[in-house]
């Protein structure tokens, strides 16, 4: 059984930062695409970022990029996301995603199992 256990979120001051990790089990880690999404209060879940099972390719969101670093170390199966410069639009639930293939072919698609997720609270 597949488990994305996330965990790292909080409330923080507009400009500050946080970190989100995802801790992986139940299938080979290191043979598929990670990414993170976010749902805000009302809205529908949006990508956030994504990494190919080796790292060598990375996708953003324009609205992180600058910001948000995604990275990943097969050897714990974890998957992280720092978050820098935060902003009150950033507040959102954040969720790890394991992705169907090693590669992206659309990075706001293609994900077989979710995360619980884990709050984000940007304050201005």
């Known amino acids: 059984q597949v488990q994305l256990v996330e965990s790292g979120g909080g409330l923080v001051q507009a400009g500050g930062s946080l970190r989100l990790s995802c801790a992986a089990s139940g299938r080979t880690f290191s043979s598929y695409a990670m990414g993170w999404f976010r749902q805000a209060p009302g809205k529908e879940r949006d990508f956030v970022a994504a990494?190919?099972?080796?790292?060598?390719?990375?996708y953003y969101a324009d609205s992180v990029k600058g910001r948000f670093t995604i990275s990943r170390d097969n050897a714990k199966n974890m998957v992280d996301l720092q978050m820098n410069s935060l902003k009150p639009e950033d507040t959102a639930v954040y969720y790890c995603?394991?992705?169907?293939?090693?590669?992206?072919?659309?990075?706001?698609?293609?994900?077989?199992?979710w995360g619980k997720g884990t709050l984000v609270t940007v304050s201005s």
């Open positions: 995603a394991s992705y169907a293939s090693s590669v992206i072919v659309h990075a706001g698609y293609g994900v077989a199992y």
């Open positions: 990494i190919t099972w080796n790292g060598g390719n990375i």
